[in-house]
């Protein structure tokens, strides 16, 4: 397991504003949460396409939209939780637990989820740590 995370870490190693969400990553599979993130299913092989994606001739790494779910479930219309990057390179988690608990439809959902914004994956991870402590 840990050759397959130092991997994953490896390739970001030239996109730094890129490497928080990587380092998230890391800190996920180290503790064995159930996450989705989108850059991996975006690069994975394919019918047309068996050896699957190259990180560096298919993403655009500076507009690429990179994205961590936590507890997407079936029929959810939103994940509970997710962590994006903003344009310096910085986390933003979406905490949308109230927002599934009042039904909110997915067009209103920033007006009723929780945004943390500028985080480091190591304070991240103190969210999503508490986030599964709570389930």
């Excluded at 890129?18 to 380092?23: A, G, M």
């Excluded at 209103?108 to 991240?124: H, I, K, M, Q, W």
Aim: hydrophobic share 40%; net charge negative; aromatic share 12%.
């Amino acid at each position: 397991m840990d050759d397959m995370i130092e991997s994953r870490l490896e390739v970001c190693a030239d996109h730094p504003k890129q490497q928080n969400i990587f380092f998230l990553e890391k800190m996920l599979l180290e503790a064995g949460f159930p996450y989705y993130f989108n850059f991996w299913d975006d690069l994975r092989p394919t019918p047309y396409n068996q050896e699957g994606g190259d990180p560096e001739k298919d993403i655009d790494w500076d507009n690429y939209h990179f994205i961590i779910e936590l507890e997407h479930g079936a029929g959810m219309p939103f994940p509970l939780m997710s962590i994006e990057l903003d344009s310096e390179g910085n986390l933003i988690l979406m905490d949308a637990r109230e927002a599934a608990d009042a039904m909110t439809l997915p067009e209103n959902l920033n007006d009723v989820a929780v945004f943390y914004e500028g985080l480091t994956p190591e304070r991240a991870m103190e969210i999503i740590e508490k986030f599964f402590d709570s389930l």
